[in-house]
């Protein structure tokens, strides 16, 4: 009977006890030691029978007594900053049981379901343990409604919501290490690749390699350990012996975006620009220009001048008429490497890897750097079963890619084309497509630019361009623009310029973006939305058989934003109703005053308005964010989420989302 307890408690609870040594590693690793720790929440939302409260609560108690604490403030403290839940009873009562042996007190530990309980969130300072790992064929409806609303496709685990759960439980500086099953290689795991993809909040990765962290229990986990203080791409990752921690780096190899121009099996001209390199997917050696010097002062690679240039290099890169652009560290060409083949979003079924020397560089992959361990022992972990788990790497790379100067000014300058196109059509032109093709074709042509060849951009345009029918979850959609990659839709942009009335209409557009975002966005296609208005936008009234006459001119308020701050702050790894990037632009005319001269009655009817926009010119401007004529940082007002008034931001992080995607 006793063994057959343990068996249910293991497939359908999850429950596994997490030995004490790495209880202690992962305590460490975390840094839940140390006076600090004295006014620090710490949660385990799964705690079973203690295995990490017990190691807290004798660290909380070894450091009160350090600092001279009281019997009663030690049991103050224990009661106020140490918390936990547990579902099953029987794990529960063991829980208090050990806990009230190191030392009683009545501690703050919750029987129940602690994927429904909400009270820690946004409070604690640490979460940490070890989750239930049951698979969904083994959780009951309630949990099955859960991961339907996360769209969690695939054999779900439900170590899975206890991430989200426990990045919502993090106060603004937090911190979670968390003991599970690698999530970097499973389909069911990728809306959390793509969580910690876009919020850069992973510190390190642990990985135990062929080693059974987990006596009679055959599993192969990682130790994951996130921070709400991290705001990069570049994580640490270790390969970790239990009492010998390794300290190797791995990272992302060189991308291009324009590899047709800076790689070649062998240039026609000879410079000193030109470096070899290996393709980590397949090994191959090629050539690649190189245009930067090793700066003994900095220690780092810095990016030469134009001019500095060998001569026949200069005249190559003038011929495809581009610039370089350096976006990120590319200091490892001096060092030893092990390039290896293994992608983020892709199965791997045979890890090749090679030595490369000093003087060559890496694309098309990741490497690693041997810091000091020995290359024999790395390549004898990346043949093991267990690093085929692991297949990311940190974002250490170089991406030389056309300039994007003045794309801001660029795309203002079409805002204007398509503005006066749109008075062209007078009032016909509220529904016609000539403003259209104009700004469409433009956004198009400028996320191509950064793309590069592999990926074929459809819209609407001047000549015989269409817009591209893609199909999302629920029916098709007709594409404002539309990124394919050969015949699979990777990704597309909604675009809307509201020109006139649009408090009338604010609401109506909001809500069919939310909508046209779910269709797109729950059939795995990236999405992203535009949103375009005049800052003061003519309110327009039109009675049968006469003019159309401007009633008054609006002013786009912070309160008619508000939807926009709520959805700048949403979680677009959560809420795929929610676009992955939205750009808000709010422009006036930079010579008009419209509102003034509405006031002193000389702007009153439509054919007034057109009148003095073709004489004064349709010139158009950023407008700021104002309230009550106080200026705002949009910084703080707007969240992640949503870019505003920044378009080269914009399409900068459309491609990059793209590209991080798709491009391999």
């Known amino acids: 009977m006793v063994a057959e307890l343990n068996i249910y408690n293991i497939k359908k609870l999850g429950q596994v006890s997490t030995p004490d040594n790495i209880v202690d590693f992962m305590l460490d690793a975390i840094g839940y030691k140390g006076e600090s720790i004295l006014n620090k929440h710490i949660l385990d939302n799964s705690c079973g029978e203690g295995a990490f409260l017990k190691g807290v609560v004798k660290r909380y108690i070894e450091t009160a007594k350090e600092k001279n604490l009281s019997q009663k403030e030690i049991k103050k403290g224990l009661e106020t900053y140490i918390h936990g839940v547990e579902i099953d009873h029987s794990a529960y009562e063991n829980c208090l049981k050990s806990l009230n042996f190191i030392f009683p007190a009545n501690y703050d530990l919750k029987l129940g379901d602690a994927l429904f309980i909400r009270e820690y969130n946004k409070k604690m300072d640490f979460v940490v343990g070890n ?15 859960v991961i339907s609303q996360k769209q969690l496709k695939g054999m779900v685990n439900l170590y899975l919501l206890f991430y989200f759960l426990s990045f919502q439980q993090l106060n603004a500086t937090g911190k979670l290490i968390y003991i599970t099953p690698s999530f970097f290689k499973n389909a069911s795991s990728k809306i959390l690749r793509e969580k910690i993809y876009q919020e850069k909040k992973l510190v390190h990765i642990y990985n135990f390699k062929h080693q059974q962290v987990f006596p009679d229990i055959t599993t192969y986990p990682v130790i994951a350990l996130f921070a709400n203080s991290q705001a990069s791409q570049k994580f640490n990752y270790s390969a970790v012996e239990l009492n010998n921690n390794g300290k190797e780096e791995v990272k992302n190899a060189f991308a291009t975006l324009a590899d047709d121009v800076f790689i070649a099996d062998k240039f026609s001209f000879r410079s000193p620009d030109i470096i ?211 015949e699979k839709p990777v990704a597309g942009l909604g675009i809307k310029f509201i020109m006139s009335n649009y408090r009338q ?16 966005r729950t059939n795995s296609i990236l999405y992203f939305q535009i949103v375009i208005c005049f800052a003061r936008s003519p309110y327009f009234h039109k009675e049968e058989n006469k003019e159309k006459v401007i009633k008054n001119f609006e002013r786009v308020s912070l309160s008619h934003l508000e939807k926009y701050q709520i959805l700048s702050q949403d979680d677009t790894t959560i809420y795929l109703h929610s676009p992955l990037k939205t750009l808000l632009m709010l422009v006036d005319f930079a010579n008009i005053d419209c509102e003034e001269l509405f006031k002193n009655n000389k702007l009153k009817t439509n054919s007034e308005f057109i009148q003095t926009v073709k004489e004064k010119g349709a010139e158009l401007k950023f407008s700021e ?32 989302l793209i590209e991080g995607f798709f491009g391999k």
Do not use: W
């Open 505 to 520: 209409n604010s609401n109506n557009y909001f809500e069919n973006m939310l909508g046209e975002t779910a269709n797109i």
């Open 131 to 145: 989750p239930p790992y049951v698979k969904i064929h083994n959780l009951n409806g309630e949990y099955k409604n």
């Open 276 to 486: 070899k390199i290996v393709k980590s997917s397949t090994g191959e050696i090629k050539e690649c220009i190189f245009p930067y010097y090793y700066d003994e002062k900095s220690k780092r690679h810095l990016l030469k001048d134009f001019a500095e240039l060998d001569e026949n290099t200069r005249n190559y890169l003038l011929a495809f008429q581009s610039q370089l652009e350096a976006s990120q560290a590319i200091n490892d060409v001096g060092k030893n490497k092990i390039y290896v083949n293994c992608l983020f979003n892709k199965e791997v079924s045979n890890v090749n890897f090679g030595s490369v020397p000093e003087g060559m560089g890496i694309y098309g992959g990741i490497y690693i750097l041997p810091n000091g361990t020995k290359p024999k022992i790395i390549e004898n972990n990346l043949e093991s079963e267990k690093f085929k788990d692991f297949n990311k790497a940190s974002k250490e790379v170089i991406i030389m890619k056309p300039k994007l100067d003045n794309l801001n000014e660029k795309f203002l300058k079409c805002l204007e084309q398509s503005f006066l196109k749109y008075l062209e059509k007078g009032s016909k032109g509220v529904r016609g497509t000539g403003k259209l093709k104009i700004l469409h074709p433009h956004i198009a042509r400028d996320l191509g630019n950064v793309l590069g060849a592999k990926y074929q951009i459809f819209s609407l345009d001047e000549k015989q361009g269409k817009e591209k029918i893609i199909r999302g979850r629920y029916m098709e959609k007709r594409m404002d623009i539309a990124v394919m990659k050969g």
């Open 625 to 656: 964010l104002e309230d009550k004529q106080q200026i705002l940082d949009s910084k703080v007002f707007f969240k992640d989420a949503l870019i505003f008034n920044d378009y080269q931001k914009f399409i900068k992080k459309c491609a990059y």
